[in-house]
């Protein structure tokens, strides 16, 4: 009974710990695709509040993608956001939006 108890204990554990978000490997995404459009990522990151960040990146990001696609300005990352990549790593991209938005009170070293 322990035995199983504890392999199931470790497998949940497992499981959870790898399907979280993680901030830093959302900058990482943010500084890689978006900084070369959005220059400074404290000020573009600060300029939406958590509800905002939250709410474009429901349904692994289609709001913020479909707010990229439609813009000829932002012809230069169209390939990226109909990527695979972009729907896999939505999770930390958001998270990092949410924890560094304008009403977070906390501020990205990213530059």
């Known amino acids: 009974m322990n035995k199983k108890f504890f392999l199931f204990i470790s497998i949940l554990f ?3 710990a790898t399907s979280s978000a993680a901030v830093y490997k959302g900058q990482k995404i943010f500084v890689k695709e978006c900084v070369k459009c959005h220059a400074s990522g404290q000020v573009f990151v600060a300029t939406q509040n958590m509800k905002d960040w939250k709410k474009l990146m429901n349904k692994n990001g289609k709001g913020l993608a ?3 696609l439609g ?3 932002a012809k230069d990352s169209w390939e990226y956001f109909d990527s695979s990549i972009y729907a896999k790593k939505t999770k930390h991209l958001e998270q ?5 938005a304008k009403d977070s009170g906390n501020v990205p070293a990213c530059n």
């Open 66 to 68: 479909d707010l990229h």
């Open 71 to 73: 813009k000829e300005k």
């Open 14 to 16: 497992l499981t959870l």
């Open 96 to 100: 990092f939006l949410v924890e560094y």
